[in-house]
T-cell receptor, first 116, second 113 residues
Framework: AQKITQTQPGMFVQEKEAVTLDCTYD???????LFWYKQPSSGEMIFLIY??????QNATEGRYSLNFQKARKSANLVISASQLGDSAMYFC?????????????FGTGTKLQVIP | DVKVTQSSRYLVKRTGEKVFLECVQD?????MFWYRQDPGLGLRLIYF???????EKGDIPEGYSVSREKKERFSLILESASTNQTSMYLC????????????FGSGTRLTVV
């Protein structure tokens, strides 16, 4: 079975500081994808960054980077130079084979609040 | 700009009503999904479809059904709405494969009174 664990229900960060949101995963698949999504208070889910299980380099997208440690089964999101607009819920997700289908499993999310 | 469009942003329905939530995507995605999102419970998969006229139960299908007659449209049906179905409903679509994430619609906040 696939599982995503986010152990930080809520976090605070000072504006312009960097913050790391934790994510661990569990799967028996060798081929899988890891994703991070942002959900502002308006409700829409916004794709941030993707890491493939065979990618050797950590993914980066602007101020977002994914710290991928395969042996530890962790996929932490790092946001550099936090902005007030980064305040939102953040979900870690994994896509892997489940019952013959490629389904996405989501973590329970981390609520990030950026303080001016 | 690629899109997943959900027909309603907010919806209020009465207990016992039959409710239709519509989702349309314009990206030629094979896969489409319906989730509900509740505080503290995260996103839970209701139903998904990997191709036209195909449907599979997710983790919480009870009280719901779906229809996918065309590739671009995936409908969620609440056969007889109940108050415990008050929730945020999110539709998503994707290409098939582990390296494809979802594109989400903007969500429908359904209140059953």
């Amino acid at each position: 079975a696939q599982k995503i664990t986010q152990t930080q229900p809520g976090m605070f960060v000072q504006e312009k500081e960097a913050v790391t949101l934790d994510c661990t995963y569990d799967t028996s698949d060798q081929s899988y994808g890891l994703f991070w999504y942002k959900q502002p208070s308006s409700g829409e889910m916004i794709f941030l960054i993707y890491q493939g299980s065979y990618d050797e380099q950590n993914a980066t997208e602007g101020r977002y980077s994914l710290n991928f440690q395969k042996a530890r089964k962790s996929a932490n999101l790092v946001i550099s130079a936090s902005q007030l607009g980064d305040s939102a819920m953040y979900f870690c997700a994994m896509r892997a084979n489940s019952g013959g289908y490629q389904k996405v499993t989501f973590g329970t999310g981390t609520k990030l609040q950026v303080i001016p | 700009d690629v899109k997943v469009t959900q027909s309603s942003r907010y919806l209020v329905k009465r207990t016992g009503e039959k409710v239709f939530l519509e989702c349309v995507q314009d990206m030629d995605h094979e896969n489409m999904f319906w989730y509900r999102q509740d505080p503290g419970l995260g996103l839970r998969l209701i139903y998904f479809s990997y191709d036209v006229k195909m449907k599979e139960k997710g983790d919480i299908p009870e009280g719901y059904s779906v229809s996918r007659e065309k590739k671009e449209r995936f409908s969620l049906i609440l056969e007889s709405a109940s108050t415990n179905q008050t929730s945020m409903y999110l539709c998503a679509s994707s290409f098939n494969g582990p390296n494809y994430g979802y594109t989400f619609g903007s969500g429908t906040r359904l209140t059953v009174v």
